[in-house]
């Protein structure tokens, strides 16, 4: 089993930063690829970054230039920093983790971002 407990997530206005943050725990040696998507009010789950073992990189087209995933393996962390937000950026966030036989999730944190 892998856990993973996000944070760092909040009210910001528009144009603003946040960085989210997510700790891995339990059997993380079994970890490859780890990402972050979110939902949006009404809307479907969707892919926002990811990031594999070695740090190769993949984002949506909407936060490319706005958001960076970075992963520190020593500490079991991924991080989303997420510059020049838009009100259209607001959801809940999701932290995942993949290993060979399953996608693991955590609870989520709410970002939202006023105008």
């Known amino acids: 089993q892998v856990q993973l407990v996000e944070s760092g997530g909040g009210l910001v206005q528009a144009g603003g930063s946040l960085r989210l943050s997510c700790a891995a725990s339990?059997?993380?040696?079994?970890?490859?690829?780890m990402g972050w998507y979110r939902r949006a009010p009404g809307e479907q789950r969707e892919l926002v970054a990811t990031?594999?073992?070695?740090?190769?990189?993949n984002y949506a087209d909407s936060v490319k230039g706005r958001f960076t995933i970075s992963r520190d393996n020593a500490k079991n962390m991924v991080y989303l920093q997420m510059n020049s937000l838009k009100p259209e950026d607001t959801a809940v966030y999701y932290c995942?983790?993949?290993?060979?036989?399953?996608?693991?999730w955590g609870q989520g944190t709410q970002v939202t971002v006023s105008s």
């Open positions: 990031i594999t073992r070695g740090g190769t990189t």
């Open positions: 339990g059997r993380i040696f079994s970890i490859n690829d």
């Open positions: 995942a983790a993949d290993t060979v036989y399953r996608r693991y």
